[in-house]
């Protein structure tokens, strides 16, 4: 998978929210190789556990500073 990075905007689905929130771009729909890939289950379970890691590594981080 590349890294395209970490950027911040100012995203109409993240404006006002309730709570902390975070929007997770995974792919691209518009590269077949990729669609394929976010379409497969293998695809799915690899990108879903390194979101579930990656939360659960800055809620760690945030809360040892306590």
């Known amino acids: 998978r590349k890294n395209h990075g970490v ?3 100012g995203f109409l ?3 006002k929210t309730a ?3 975070v929007l ?3 792919g691209f ?3 077949e190789k990729e ?3 976010l379409a497969s289950e293998k695809g799915q379970d690899l990108l879903a556990s390194g979101i579930f890691r990656a939360v659960r590594e800055y809620k760690n981080e ?5």
Not at 62 to 66: D, G, I, K
């Open 7 to 9: 950027k911040q905007a």
């Open 13 to 15: 689905v993240l404006w």
């Open 19 to 21: 709570m902390p929130s």
């Open 24 to 26: 997770v771009e995974v």
């Open 29 to 31: 729909l518009s590269n």
């Open 35 to 37: 669609e394929q890939y």
């Open 62 to 66: 945030v809360e040892s500073l306590n």
